[in-house]
Structure formats: C-alpha cells, structure tokens
T-cell receptor, first 109, second 117 residues
Framework: GENVEQHPSTLSVQEGDSAVIKCTYS??????FPWYKQELGKRPQLIID?????GEKKDQRIAVTLNKTAKHFSLHITETQPEDSAVYFC????????FGSGTQLTVLP | GAVVSQHPSWVICKSGTSVKIECRSL??????MFWYRQFPKQSLMLMAT?????????EQGVEKDKFLINHASLTLSTLTVTSAHPEDSSFYIC?????????????FGPGTRLTVL
C-alpha cells in the first residue's frame, strides 16, 4: 500500500519567516495530494491541494509543489503568523487517502 | 464546502459496553465513507472504508468484529465499538467523499472522543 513520510516532525519559526514541510510517497499511482491543518481536538481542515497534472499551486501565503518523478511534494508557508501554529498533515491518495505523520508548526511571536 | 457531522462529539462509557458513532453527510451524497482513528499527537490511521450497500473494507490489523461498520444509506455510516476496553479510547474521525463533487473531494467530520473507563 501507500506509504507517506513527512518531515520535520516539529518546526519552530519566527513570525514573518517561511516554513517548509516535505513529504514523500511510494505509490506512483497516487494522483491527489492534499494538505491539512489540524488544531488540537478538531477535525483536519483542507488548506491546499494539488493534483498530479500540476507542478505547483499557490493560494496567498500558502504554496504546494509536486515532483512526480521524485515522488515528493512540499508545503510552503510564507510570512508566517502565530495563528499558523498547528499540526500539518500531508496526504496522498491512490486507492485511499494515506496521511503523513504530521508536523507540529510553532510560530514564535 | 460540504458538511459532515458526527454524533456524539464525545462519549464516556464503561469497559465492556458498546458505543455507536454516527457519521452523516448533510448536503451531499457519499457512496464511500472512511473511518479514522487518531491517538494524541499522532497521525490519522485509516481503520476501514465504508461502502453504501456493501460490506466495509477493513485495514490490516483492525478487528472487523470489534469495529462494526454499517453504511445503510448515501448519507449515513455508523461505527460501533463493541465490548469497548480502555485501549479503545481514542479520537475517531469519519470522512465522506462527495461523488458528485467536481473533484471528488473528501470532507471530515468533527470527530468523536471516546473514553472507556
């Protein structure tokens, strides 16, 4: 089955700096790669996604890149703010949606 | 986006009892729903895929007789934790796939916190 690895597990940045989270996947048939933000005790919220026919997608301060050849995709958050602090999960969907292990992002004021 | 509800949002039960959790898609039809389990500070682990009108598909290591799944309609799937034990305490989250949506997206319920005493 699909295996998704996510790094780093924790990330602290100063407010205003950029944050980058990286994921790799194993199933070349995966064609949909969403990123979720989850606050403690809440449901995962989709923040951005990318499909296999696209290499990059941007939405305001958030961007995602996909390298199908290398089977990795990354989340980029620019101009980070304290409210960006949360756990972020990447996921890859082939037969099913498989989640990465999560990254605890802390934005220091 | 589409709305998925879960009920109850939290439940406390005694060891040995059974607990039923409902997952509903409120404004779209979902032939497929998914049940996840999440331990504190860990990722979401897929337990089973629930298909309307047929048997659920369980992931390796998940006991189908312990975690009973029923998907009787296009808007409702239920997960019953039978003979619950303290190790079953966890955060259970369902999600539903919008089959008619432009991108066949998957929407998550708010989760159910189960505590077994």
């Amino acid at each position: 089955g699909e295996n998704v690895e996510q790094h780093p597990s924790t990330l602290s940045v100063q407010e205003g700096d950029s944050a980058v989270i990286k994921c790799t996947y194993s199933d070349s048939a995966s064609n949909y790669f969403p990123w979720y933000k989850q606050e403690l005790g809440k449901r995962p919220q989709l923040i951005i996604d990318i499909r296999s026919n696209v290499g990059e997608k941007k939405d305001q301060r958030i961007a995602v890149t996909l390298n199908k050849t290398a089977k990795h995709f990354s989340l980029h958050i620019t101009e980070t703010q304290p409210e960006d602090s949360a756990v972020y999960f990447c996921a890859a969907r082939g037969r099913q949606l498989t989640f990465g292990s999560g990254t605890q992002l802390t934005v220091l004021p | 986006g589409a709305v998925v509800s879960q009920h109850p949002s939290w439940v406390i039960c005694k060891s040995g009892t059974s607990v039923k959790i409902e997952c509903r898609s409120l404004d779209f039809q979902a032939t497929t729903m998914f049940w996840y389990r999440q331990f504190p500070k860990q990722s979401l682990m897929l337990m089973a895929t629930s298909n309307e009108g047929s048997k659920a598909t369980y992931e390796q290591g998940v006991e189908k007789d312990k975690f009973l799944i029923n998907h009787a309609s296009l808007t409702l799937s239920t997960l019953t934790v039978t003979s619950a034990h303290p190790e079953d305490s966890s955060f259970y989250i369902c999600s539903a796939r919008d089959i008619l949506g432009q991108y066949n997206e998957q929407f998550f319920g708010p989760g159910t916190r189960l505590t077994v005493l």
